[in-house]
């Protein structure tokens, strides 16, 4: 148990001796602060919300209460104002903190809150036939550092990637195709010349509107199964996944299925059927929907008047197929935030259909990733592909290696792991609803809030733990005064923190909370590194500020790990 939990059980205890209702552990752990200014205590509790309930202005209810409150892992409560500011016992909570990380390793920090149950993770999910672009980037990690996070509470993830493999597109590349194709070009450089061909018939269909008619024809021969059309559409598949793998890998992303959209063409019967059974289904101007006016949505199209199933039809035949292959304890969706609506005429829906699971299924948006503060699209081919860019990261990193630290042993492998983490850790050290703008240079700079800085940081410990010729001895008691300063109690209180902020973010689906994290812990390890003589003369001193350092490179390397970046002991 944290000592925030600790110090709310005491809290919560106290109120409940007079007689205050409301406020259990929970609630009062809600309410905990910590204070701007370390001077004014480790944790602070306000007291307003307690006015209306003990009838007495805050500030004396603090005071009353203060006088409620002590032991430990308290060392003092002062009542300030409204607010009780509360002080921890440094020595006794360093202790408690570095023991259980240096026991436990990689396990801080774990939890058994999901028992194991499944949560597929609908993720990344790029369009066939189509490079993987930065845009696709976001779903990719995200969704990957969320099942991490779960993984981490204790549910089992079931990553998939829900590849766009069918729609009218692929009727639009067949035309293409057959109009201005290259069988040898597209062997050669798939993805490159299927863009091609991809933005070429847009452009072309500007001026020969007849070509939009062509390609719905040909997706129409592909949805009944045209043997030309299948053959076609199975080899721009099959390429493009080869060419995806390439990109998965060198993130070390892997998934659990990549049933894609074609995967429920037969299982979309069934769902009309169901809506059919239950009363659901209403004929609008030709077409099939589900009615939403009571949730004050539009109408969720099922059917179109010439008979073709929509996305949202493949989506419930889905969500209906995940519950029963994996009875999921929650379903995730980490998708851009311009299908906020969808997932919720979705989720609607299979509600209307009495299947209370649907309440489980949270649809994860995302903001854009931008270039030069503009949208990035595909169809007009102004586009920043993924796999470019992580080849120019990992070459810059490369050059940097070779100026400063050119007998750096695995030197390629180092380039690797600091250069795809550079371009990850960008995107996850921001909230996921803001939008992102494209920068290179940004993201593979060694100071400030980037990933090769965190990674750095990691390796700079390592490396004194190796000098220091430091030994685990996690049951070695800690000396008396090694950390006393300011800097270590920092270190300390973060350290203490890293459970707490992986609930955080498994709760609220958001690892930006684990990024900002290890950034703080990271810049919070420099100071007492600039401050501190870590390699004291004095032995137990010493062997107790390791310690702290060989604590801190647990818990960097586990942060960043959830976050889906390694951690180079070298740089």
């Known amino acids: ?28 752990y809600g309410m905990l602060e910590t204070p701007p200014n370390p001077a004014m205590g480790d944790i602070a509790f306000p007291c307003f919300q307690l006015a209306k309930a003990l009838r007495k202005a805050p500030p004396m209810i603090a005071s009353e209460l203060a006088g409620q ?8 409560v002062a009542a300030v104002g409204p607010y009780v500011n509360l002080f921890l016992d440094q ?9 259980e990380i240096l026991t436990q390793g990689a396990n801080y920090g774990s939890s058994n809150v999901g028992g194991g149950r499944k949560v597929p993770i609908d993720l990344s999910s790029p369009n066939i036939a189509k490079p993987f672009s930065m845009g696709h980037l976001r779903s990719t990690v995200i969704g990957n550092a969320i099942a ?19 729609g009218t597109q692929f009727g639009k590349l067949i035309v293409a195709y057959h109009l201005w194709g290259d069988e040898a070009k597209v062997k050669a450089e798939p993805i490159k010349e299927l863009l091609t061909l991809y933005v070429r018939f847009h452009d072309e269909a500007k001026e020969n509107p007849a070509l939009e008619d062509q390609g719905r024809e040909w997706f129409k021969k592909l949805e009944d199964g045209d043997e030309e059309a299948l053959r076609l559409w199975k080899w721009f598949r099959d390429e493009s996944l080869k060419e995806f793998m390439k990109i998965y890998d060198l993130m070390n992303v892997s ?48 059917k179109k008047s010439d008979g073709a199933t929509l996305y949202a039809t493949r989506d419930l035949a889905a969500a209906l197929y995940r519950h029963e292959t994996y009875d999921f304890a929650k379903a995730v969706y980490v998708v851009g935030n311009e299908q906020r609506l969808h997932f919720q005429q979705l989720y609607k829906v299979l509600e209307k259909m009495g299947y209370p699971w649907a309440r489980d299924m949270y649809h994860i948006p995302f903001g854009m990733m931008l270039k030069d503060g503009k949208k990035m699209s595909t169809r007009k081919g102004k586009v920043v592909l993924l796999e470019e860019v992580l080849s120019q990261a990992i070459a810059d990193v490369q050059k940097v290696i070779e100026e400063k630290n050119p007998g750096l042993a695995n030197k390629e492998d180092v380039a690797r792991q600091v250069g795809v983490g550079a371009v990850i850790f960008h995107d996850l050290k921001n909230y996921r609803l803001n939008d992102i703008n494209f920068s290179l240079e940004e993201m593979l700079t060694f100071e400030g809030e980037t990933g090769p800085y965190v990674q750095y940081t990691h390796a700079r410990a390592c490396s004194l733990l190796r000098r220091g010729g430091w030994k685990p001895a996690p049951e070695a008691g800690l000396a008396a005064g090694a950390l006393d300063s300011k800097e270590a109690w920092a270190v300390i209180t973060l350290l ?14 958001d690892p930006s909370q684990i990024g900002k994290y290890v950034i703080d812990l990271a810049q919070s390890f420099n100071k007492f590194y600039a401050n501190v003589r870590i390699l004291a003369e004095e032995e137990d001193v010493k062997a107790t500020r390791l310690a702290l350092v060989a604590a801190v490179v647990a818990v960097l390397k586990e942060g960043l790990r959830l976050l889906g970046l390694a951690a180079p002991e070298e740089m």
């Not at 148990?1 to 609630?27: C, R, W």
């Not at 409150?69 to 003092?76: F, Q, V």
Request: include cysteine; charge should be negative.
């Open 69 to 76: 409150l002590g032991g430990a892992p308290l060392r003092e």
């Open 1 to 28: 148990m944290s000592y925030k939990h600790l110090v709310a059980e005491k809290i919560a205890a106290a109120l409940a001796q007079q007689g205050v209702e409301n406020f259990p552990k929970d609630t009062v």
């Open 148 to 166: 991490n996070i779960l993984e981490k509470q204790g549910y089992e993830p079931v990553r998939i990637n829900h590849l766009g493999d069918w």
């Open 91 to 99: 020595a006794s909570v360093a202790e408690q903190v570095i023991g």
């Open 496 to 509: 203490n923190a890293f459970p707490e902020v992986i609930e955080r973010a498994g709760d609220n689906f």
């Open 255 to 302: 998934f659990d299925s990549t049933n894609g959209e074609a995967f429920y063409n037969d299982k979309m019967d069934r769902v009309v059927e169901l809506l059919e059974e239950k009363g659901l289904l209403t004929e609008s101007e030709g077409a099939l929907v589900v009615n939403l006016d009571e949730y004050d949505m539009p109408p969720c199209l099922i």
